[in-house]
C-alpha cells in the first residue's frame, strides 16, 4: 500500500522541521519525506493543522512479562528470584502479547518499546525490543537479545534475604557480578584449551575421548557482554551504586548503560566523561518514593544531564508508571529545564540508539520502518492528543 500524508506539520526529529510537508509511505517503509513531494499513484491523507512525528520509544519496562489487570495473587513473569545470577534466560520467552499495556502503548503513541528482566536479581534476564502491536511474540520482536539487565543497590539485596540467599549486601551484589564474569573468562579459556588440544592432536582417533566444555548458556551471553555484542543495562539509583556499576563494567570492559539513574546528577561529570547513556525515570510525578533510594529524586534530573552532555532517554518502568504517560514524564521534564530542542529527542532517537535499533526506529527518514504518530496539535502541549498511531505502516490505533 502506497500513501501520502499531506499538509502536515513533519518533525523529524533528525532534521529541520517541515512545514507544510509530505510523508510518503510505501508499504512498512518509509519512502520520503519533504514539501511537494509528487503523489500520484498514492493514496493521499490531507493533515492540514496537524502534526506528524516518531513514535515513542520507552527504552526500559516491563510491559508484557508483569501483565496488569490481575488479582494479588498472580505470579508475575518478570523476575525470576530462584538465582541471585541467571543470564541464561530470555525475557522474551515470557512476553505476553496480549497484556493491556500494549493498547495503553499504542494510545500513548509508545510504538516501540525495550523489556527487560525485573530488578530482583544482581545479573538478570536477557532483554529484548519490541514493537507495541503484534498478536504474537515473533511479530513483535525486531532485536534479541538486546542487552541483560543487571541490579545494583536495595532490590537485589531484598529479595535474597525473602529468598534466603545471596546478596544481602551492596558488597555481595558486586562479588556475584564479578564472580560471574570470572567463571565465564575460565569458561572461554576452557574451550580455548580444549580447541587446542584437538587442533594438535595427530590422531584423529585419540579425539573422541578429549570431551568438550559443558555448553553453559549463561556463560555464553556473559562472554557477549565482555566482547561488547550487546550492553549491561544496569538498574542504579544511588550515586554510589552508579559508581560501582561504572567500576565493574571497567573490570571487565563491556558496555554500560544505567538504568533509573536517580542521583545521576550528584556525579554527572564522571558519567559524561565515560560516555555512559542514562535511562531515567519513572520521572512522572516525581515517581514513587517508596524506598530511600529515592529519597532525592529530582525531575530536573534529565534536563541536568542533557545539559551535561549525557546522552539520555525517558523511562516510564511501566507498569510502575502506565507507559502511555511518556510523553506527560517528558512535558514535566521540559517544565522543569529540559531544553525544547532536546525534548523529543530523548524518548525518540535517543532510546533508538541506546537500544541498538536507531537503523530502524527513532526518526523519520527515507528507508526507516513506518512508524509515526499524528497529533491534533502541538505535542508538548498536554491538551494535544494522539490521534493516529501507525506501526510498520499499520494504523494500529485512531482516536
Do not use: W
Not at 502503548?105 to 544482581?122: I, K, W, Y
Not at 532490590?155 to 558488597?171: F, L, S, Y
Amino acid at each position: 500500500m502506497k500513501v501520502a500524508f499531506v499538509n502536515a506539520k513533519i518533525i523529524p526529529v533528525e532534521g529541520k522541521n517541515i512545514e507544510n510537508g509530505t510523508l510518503l509511505i510505501e508499504g512498512s517503509k518509509i519512502k520520503s519525506l519533504g514539501v511537494n513531494l509528487p503523489t500520484k499513484g498514492y493514496e493521499v491523507v490531507d493533515c492540514t493543522g496537524l502534526v506528524i512525528t516518531p513514535g515513542l520509544i520507552d527504552a526500559h519496562s516491563h510491559v508484557g512479562v508483569f501483565e496488569e489487570g490481575t488479582s494479588a495473587s498472580h505470579v508475575h513473569d518478570g523476575n525470576e528470584t530462584t538465582e541471585a545470577a541467571v543470564p541464561y534466560l530470555r525475557t522474551m520467552d515470557s512476553l505476553f502479547p496480549l497484556d493491556l499495556g500494549f493498547d495503553d502503548a499504542r494510545r500513548g503513541g509508545v510504538t516501540t518499546m525495550g523489556v527487560t528482566h525485573g530488578s530482583a536479581n544482581p545479573i538478570g534476564a536477557q532483554n529484548v525490543v519490541v514493537k507495541s502491536a503484534g498478536i504474537t511474540v515473533s511479530d513483535m520482536v525486531i532485536k534479541e537479545p538486546a542487552g541483560v539487565k543487571f541490579a545494583m543497590g536495595e532490590n537485589p539485596k531484598r529479595v535474597g534475604r525473602e529468598n534466603k540467599r545471596a546478596p544481602h549486601t551492596r558488597m555481595a551484589v558486586a562479588h556475584t557480578i564479578r564472580k560471574a564474569f570470572y567463571d565465564a573468562l575460565d569458561y572461554r579459556n576452557d574451550i580455548i584449551e580444549y580447541e587446542h588440544k584437538i587442533k594438535n592432536m595427530s590422531n584423529d582417533d585419540k579425539k573422541e575421548f578429549i570431551k568438550p566444555p559443558k555448553k553453559d548458556l549463561g556463560k555464553e551471553i556473559l562472554l557477549q557482554l565482555i566482547d561488547n555484542t550487546i550492553p549491561v543495562r544496569s538498574h542504579a539509583h544511588r550515586a554510589d551504586d552508579i559508581e560501582t556499576a561504572i567500576r565493574l563494567s571497567e573490570e571487565f570492559g563491556y558496555r554500560l548503560v544505567i538504568e533509573h539513574a536517580t542521583e545521576s546528577y550528584k556525579i554527572k561529570d564522571l558519567i559524561v566523561s565515560k560516555n555512559i547513556p542514562l535511562v531515567i525515570g519513572p520521572i512522572f510525578g516525581r515517581g514513587s518514593r517508596t524506598k530511600n533510594e529515592l529519597r532525592d529524586q529530582q525531575m530536573s534530573t534529565p534536563g541536568v544531564m542533557v545539559k551535561a552532555g549525557a546522552l539520555v532517554c525517558l523511562t516510564t518502568d511501566a507498569p510502575v508508571v502506565p507507559i502511555d504517560s511518556l510523553r506527560d514524564s517528558l512535558i514535566q521534564c521540559i517544565r522543569e529545564g529540559l531544553p525544547m530542542d532536546k525534548a523529543l529527542e530523548i524518548v525518540t532517537i535517543n532510546p533508538a540508539k541506546i537500544l541498538g535499533v536507531d537503523d530502524r526506529v527513532g526518526s523519520l527518514k527515507e528507508g526507516k520502518d513506518a512508524d509515526f504518530l499524528i497529533f491534533n496539535g502541538d505535542p508538548f502541549d498536554s491538551r494535544n492528543s494522539v490521534i493516529k498511531t501507525y506501526i510498520d505502516g499499520n494504523l494500529v490505533f485512531s482516536l
